[in-house]
């Protein structure tokens, strides 16, 4: 018999702790909740959890406040912040301050799923390697409070990059998370189906190069066709883009189309 994950939802909306206590139950795994930081931490002291999702805002504390005690009482145990705030600076706060990730909400099932299984796989890693990820977050930690005690221009890039090696790849007003495929406009997020956003990776990655019809289906979707069936295939996910980043798709100023080559990001 598999052992059930134990795992910690930590969210001051009921509704939504409900929905994802019952996503994450039907998965198999055992789901405590807690409405504050209060009874999050009465269940903390018991012992610890295998994952932990913390609400970035709670009504008794803030979670960018309340992660660093969650840190203190277990530095290896992974904890996702959760956030109605489509802030990437609050995301990567979260991260610099120890947190192994984000979901922004509303967030889908099958993402929530995905995420919880590969940071479950990775808790279940040799011993030894656990505790060089303990070491570098403890690390991390120590630079980022030096960084905030400094509050100098020199210490600050230094943190990020260690935190953050290649995570964001940004093209003008967009900032796209390669570990979460978040993309963001500005301060907003902006929902892109996952295979469609791999286009928007190719993208952004070639830009301002016009991307081929065939390089386009090869990098996004990781098969050779020929041109004609790229064009066709790549069309469909031009048009969802265009949707989800244009004020007008039928007149784009973003992803432009280069005549019998492919498509190109200006941005």
């Avoid at 807690?34 to 999050?40: L, T, Y």
């Avoid at 099958?110 to 505790?131: F, G, V």
């Avoid at 991390?140 to 905030?148: F, I, K, P």
Wanted: charge should be neutral; aromatic fraction near 6%; glycine fraction near 4%.
């Amino acid at each position: 018999m598999t052992l059930r994950s134990s795992i910690l939802i930590i969210d001051d909306e009921p509704g939504l702790r409900k929905t994802l206590a019952t996503i994450i139950n039907h998965a198999g795994h055992q789901v405590t909740s807690a409405g504050s930081a209060r009874e999050a931490l009465l269940f903390l002291q018991k012992g610890a959890y295998d994952l932990v999702f913390l609400d970035l805002k709670l009504q008794d504390t803030d979670g960018i406040q309340f992660l660093p005690v969650i840190r203190k009482m277990y530095p290896l145990m992974p904890v996702v912040i959760l956030t109605a705030h489509a802030s990437l600076d609050s995301a990567i706060e979260a991260v610099r301050q120890g947190a192994r990730d984000y979901l922004l909400k509303p967030f889908e099932p099958a993402l929530i799923l995905d995420r919880i299984a590969c940071i479950l796989a990775e808790q279940s890693q040799p011993k030894r390697q656990m505790n060089l990820i303990g070491q570098i977050q403890t690390l991390v930690g120590q630079l980022t409070q030096m960084d905030a005690g400094n509050n100098d221009e020199s210490s600050a890039p230094l943190a990020q990059t260690i935190v953050d090696p290649a995570r964001f790849l940004r093209a003008g007003p967009l900032t796209l998370d390669l570990y979460a495929k978040i993309v963001m406009n500005g301060e907003m997020s902006i929902s892109i189906p996952p295979s469609t956003y791999d286009y928007l990776v190719t993208l952004v990655r070639h830009a301002p190069s016009p991307v081929a019809y065939e390089t386009l289906v090869t990098e996004a979707q990781g098969y050779n066709v020929t041109r004609s069936e790229a064009r066709e295939i790549a069309r469909w996910h031009i048009y969802e883009l265009r949707k989800a980043l244009e004020e007008n798709p039928k007149h784009p100023r973003f992803i432009i189309t280069v005549h019998n080559v492919g498509y190109r990001l200006i941005a």
